[in-house]
Antibody
């Protein structure tokens, strides 16, 4: 059974960079057909897709966050990570890592998310 | 403002049937992209409920069903149970944004 576990900074100051890692067990992060995804949820709010990295290393980011987001894959450790820079209070949220299952729509990759980590609350505050 | 629109709340009595609509546009649901549904119990991570418009993962009761027509999709829950009280989210792909999009979520209350 696939398991995902988030770890990283929980309290970050404004203007600094958030760094989170997702450890994957029970499956290989190098397997084709999946994206390794970050999704966040501000307190009391809905879900927001942050971005994903494909097993090839290709990334796709939410346009509203694109200038501040970097997602990386670490195959030897079976992990992937999220860096989000220039933080403000609006970035305070529970951050989830998730595995996306690939669905082709013509030549476009789309995903649904069938495995999720438990989530980690990141608070941006001075 | 979410790209996919859901009502903030719905409610129903035990045993009843409720539906949760998800309205999109021509760049997402209306373009034919699949719609997926998630259930989020209080304090927990979302759980996949329906994928590919109407497919249930193993272990999801057949009381949950999905459908899609035009620019909208819908989640139906029959035989409502107290344990169904949760937030429900729809998700699809949007070609204008080139990424995944979620609905704002609907809180289901079992009366």
């Amino acid at each position: 059974q696939l398991r995902l576990q988030e770890s990283g900074s929980r309290l970050v100051k404004p203007s600094q960079t958030l760094s989170l890692t997702c450890a994957v067990s029970g499956g290989s992060i190098s397997s084709g057909g999946y994206s390794w995804t970050w999704i966040r949820q501000a307190p009391g709010k809905g879900l927001e897709w942050v971005g994903y990295i494909y097993h090839t290393g290709k990334t796709s980011y939410n346009p509203s966050l694109k200038s501040r987001v970097t997602i990386s894959i670490h195959r030897s450790q079976n992990q992937f990570s999220l860096n989000l820079s220039s933080l403000t209070a609006a970035d305070t949220a529970v951050y989830y890592c998730a595995r996306g299952v690939l669905l082709w729509f013509g030549e476009q990759k789309t995903f649904y998310f069938n495995s999720w980590g438990q989530g980690t609350l990141v608070t941006v505050s001075s | 403002q979410s790209v996919l629109t859901q009502p903030p709340s719905v409610s129903g009595a035990p045993g009843q049937r409720v539906t949760i609509p998800c309205t999109g546009s021509s760049s997402n649901i209306g373009a034919g992209y699949d719609v997926h549904w998630y259930q989020q119990l209080p304090g927990t991570a979302p759980k996949l409920l329906i994928h590919g418009d109407r497919n249930r993962p193993s272990g999801v009761p057949d009381r949950f069903s999905g459908s899609k027509s035009g620019t909208s999709a819908s989640l139906a829950i029959t035989g409502l149970q107290a344990e169904d009280e949760a937030d429900y989210y729809c998700q699809s792909y949007d070609s204008s944004l080139s990424g995944s999009v979620f609905g704002g979520g609907t809180k289901l209350t079992v009366l």
